[in-house]
């Protein structure tokens, strides 16, 4: 049976169901959520209905397994709090259908996989960075969602399914094919448009609490206030203009999560909670701008009267994607898409990124329409979505040992 594109989209969306929120497409489904987690069982179920080998591993990623040893192909299905239907979705299905296809052709083995907490509820790439030993379960089961929740609490629902790790032997390279997120195909105009992905920029994220004095916003003068917001608005003010010197046009940094505490009108605020992420290519310029948030941040406590404390620094170095297998998705490309794909960087984050430091592993980008992600209203034309899968599959089967 040869690649099934119209199963495939039916999966999509029926994959898209689980967590189904917000305007057009939208996704909750969070890792280790009641959404997550029933996904986990309706594509397991459909791993087992391809005659896969099912495998959970302890973090709760989800294997297809086929053959002794196999390329995987797949990617995440967790969301962010509000995330789209394709973000990981995508190649999580795409994954699916290839191995289903290779299996019922009677191909060279493929394996699929769906990696937990690529969406950082708990870490950055939780799931695939603990399978490929860049951290230490133990060290991540200490990690807390913006809840309080710890992710050894959150796993542990899914004990009952879960076996060892899988050995990283198993398989002769990774494919992960991905919307781009961005509005770089969509600017190049190459029509239908794919990209091949050359490497994954590097990210850094921390958590910093301010601590000043919860008071009355009506009886207490400026000059004697302890205000936990006044503190991060001079600390955002004065990191902007300190990164002048260090970043270019291709570092992106972002203050996303801000917890003000108690958050009512009519009380300063005693205490702020926030992230601070950033990202660039070079892994020389993450340091220097993780030295000058940490000083930044003890500086203007300091200056606002407040108490700082900086949580663990989380994070992934630049990866580069293996050269044969970008061959290998640029020559698929080239025969199904003549002239219309182009290399290209990520700016977000894959877990291609972990897997390339343990086999090799490569990225294939179809378009994100206006360039929206991590938002209800991401989307991709379905043709686009088809032409990548064929590509995708022609370029494993090459790969597939
Ligand atoms: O943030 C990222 O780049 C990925 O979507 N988690
Ligand atoms: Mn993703
Ligand atoms: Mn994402």
Partial sequence: MPLDPQRFTGDLHVLRSFGASGVGKGVVRQAYSDADYAARQWLAQRMKDAGLELHFDPLGN?????????????????????????????????????????????????????????????????????????????????????????????????????????????????????????????????????????????????????????????????????????????????????????????????????????????????????????????????????????ATAQEIAADHGVASELGPVKGLDPEAMDARFQAELGAAAEILAPGKWQKMPSGALHDAANLAAVMPAAMLFVPSIGGISHAFDEDTAEADLVLGLQVLDRAARVLAV
């Avoid at 870490?123 to 695939?128: N, Q």
């Avoid at 010197?245 to 972002?254: E, I, K, L, R």
């Fill in 62 to 294: 989800l294997f297809g397994l086929a053959g002794e040893k196999s390329l995987l192909v797949g990617s995440h299905s967790d969301s962010q709090p509000e995330g789209g239907w394709l973000d990981g979705a995508l190649g999580v299905a795409a994954g699916l259908e290839i191995a289903r296809a290779a299996k019922e052709d009677g191909r060279p083995p493929i394996s699929c996989v769906s990696f937990q907490d690529e969406e950082g509820r708990f870490g950055v790439l939780t799931g695939s960075d603990v399978w490929t030993g860049k951290l230490a379960l133990a060290e991540a089961d200490g990690f807390t969602d913006t809840q309080g929740n710890t992710l050894a609490d959150m796993r542990a629902q899914m004990a009952d399914l879960a076996g060892g790790f899988l050995p990283h032997d198993r398989f002769c390279g990774f494919l992960e094919m991905h919307i781009e997120q961005g509005p770089y195909l969509e600017e190049a105009g190459l029509g239908l448009g794919l990209g091949v992905v050359t490497d994954i920029v590097g990210i850094r994220d921390v958590r910093i609490t301010f601590e000043g004095r919860q008071n009355h916003a009506g009886t207490t003068p400026m000059h004697l206030r302890r205000d936990a917001f006044q503190a991060l608005s001079a600390f955002n003010t004065a990191l902007s203009s300190r990164f002048e010197n260090v970043v270019t046009p291709a570092t992106v940094w972002t203050i996303g999560h801000v917890a003000l505490h108690p958050n009512a009108s009519s009380v300063v605020p005693g205490r702020v909670e926030f992230s601070v992420q950033w990202r660039d290519a070079d892994a020389d310029r993450l340091a220097r701008m993780e030295t000058l948030i940490k």
